[in-house]
């Protein structure tokens, strides 16, 4: 379902795509589990539940299974909820691509390495933190909380992911 907001003035927009960003930094320091945190910060910015999505995000976290080995998981929560808004629907799986999503989803991928330097977990740990560490082992667990990894670090990280997907829900692109 995409809802129009056309209606609003700039700073109302501003507002709810910083709102969303906030959320989903408080829920990464209080919470973690970066795309969990994305994906609620956008239900409850926006009222759109489904816990499906919510619950099938888990596992992303921290670079999938904590190993910090693949993508951002806050960048594949914001890919996720795209496809959600506007993916190709199964009774349409016979009928082609969606053009449009894959550009919406290229583009936050783009904006993320731009300002991140990579789409994987460990790199962006590394840029961010000077090192990565595999959270799937306690003492690296520990480690990256001294770093500051939940308190300030992958927090920013899964609010740069949440604006990037609020401007294009404020903007009626999804």
């Given at each position: 379902?995409?809802?129009?907001?056309?209606?609003?003035?700039?700073?109302?927009?501003?507002?709810?795509?910083?709102?969303?960003?906030?959320?989903?930094?408080?829920?990464?320091?209080?919470?973690?589990?970066?795309?969990?945190?994305?994906?609620?910060?956008?239900?409850?910015?926006?009222?759109?539940?489904?816990?499906?999505?919510?619950?099938?995000?888990?596992?992303?976290?921290?670079?999938?299974?904590?190993?910090?080995?693949?993508?951002?998981?806050?960048?594949?929560?914001?890919?996720?909820?795209?496809?959600?808004?506007?993916?190709?629907?199964?009774?349409?799986?016979?009928?082609?691509?969606?053009?449009?999503?894959?550009?919406?989803?290229?583009?936050?991928?783009?904006?993320?390495?731009?300002?991140?330097?990579?789409?994987?977990?460990?790199?962006?740990?590394?840029?961010?933190?000077?090192?990565?560490?595999?959270?799937?082992?306690?003492?690296?667990?520990?480690?990256?909380?001294?770093a500051g990894g939940h308190n300030d670090k992958c927090p920013e990280v899964v609010a740069?992911?949440?604006?990037?997907?609020?401007?294009?829900?404020?903007?009626?692109?999804?």
């Open positions: 379902m995409v809802v129009d907001f056309k209606g609003l003035k700039e700073e109302e927009k501003t507002k709810l795509v910083e709102k969303a960003a906030d959320l989903g930094y408080k829920y990464e320091q209080e919470y973690g589990n970066c795309p969990q945190c994305t994906i609620a910060a956008i239900q409850d910015t926006f009222s759109i539940p489904d816990d499906n999505l919510f619950k099938a995000v888990y596992g992303l976290a921290a670079g999938m299974g904590l190993s910090s080995k693949g993508n951002c998981g806050a960048l594949s929560a914001a890919v996720m909820i795209i496809g959600e808004r506007i993916g190709r629907e199964r009774s349409d799986f016979n009928k082609g691509r969606n053009p449009k999503c894959y550009a919406l989803s290229k583009q936050v991928m783009e904006k993320f390495e731009e300002k991140y330097g990579s789409l994987l977990c460990n790199q962006i740990q590394t840029r961010i933190m000077g090192k990565s560490f595999d959270l799937s082992k306690e003492d690296e667990y520990a480690e990256f909380e001294k740069t992911a949440v604006r990037y997907v609020a401007e294009m829900i404020i903007n009626g692109e999804i």
